[in-house]
C-alpha cells in the first residue's frame, strides 16, 4: 500500500498563511473529516483546549486530488533560518516552451503572489543556462522558487 502524506508548514498565523497558499497553488480549504461539521469539533474530540481551537483555516488540499494535503501549524516561535525544504511553484511551462516564454510567465507569477504578500528575493538566472526562475518569501517569511 503507498503511503500519503500531509505537508506540515509550521507558522504564527495558519489562517492568513493557508490563504496565501491556497490563492497560491490553486488549492481550496480542506474540508474536516466525515462525521466532523468543523475542524474544531474533529480536534475538540481530542480533547484539545479551546486555547488551541478557533484559529480560522488551516489546511488546504489540492481539488483536483494530485497535490499533497497542506496543514498550517501554528507555533509559539517565529522562523529563524532558511528553509530546508521549499516548494517549487511550476508556472513556467517547462522546457518544451522557449526561454522568453517561460520568463514572461514566471514574472507574471511571481507579480501576482507578490500582490497576494510574498516578497521577490532574487532571479535565478545564469547567461547561457536554459533555466529561469525567482525565488521568493511567503507572508511568514519561508522561501519557495517559481520556475
Known sequence: MEAGFTLVIDCSD?????????AALGYVAAPPPD????????????GLSEEDLNIG????????????RI??????DPKTVKNRLHIDIHAGGGRG?????RRQRVDTEAS????????????LYEEG????AVAMRDPEGNEFDIN
Do not use: K, M, N
Open 57 to 68: 483555516q488551516d489546511r488546504i488540499a489540492d481539488p483536483e486530488g494530485r497535490g499533497p
Open 35 to 46: 462525521g466532523a461539521a468543523s475542524w474544531d469539533e474533529y480536534w475538540r474530540d481530542f
Open 97 to 101: 516552451a522557449p526561454l522568453e516564454v
Open 129 to 132: 543556462i536554459d533555466h529561469y
Open 14 to 22: 495558519p489562517d492568513r498563511l493557508s490563504r496565501f497558499w491556497e
Open 71 to 76: 496543514w498550517f501549524q501554528r507555533v509559539p
Open 112 to 123: 501576482r503572489l507578490a500582490a497576494l504578500g510574498a516578497t521577490r528575493l532574487r532571479v
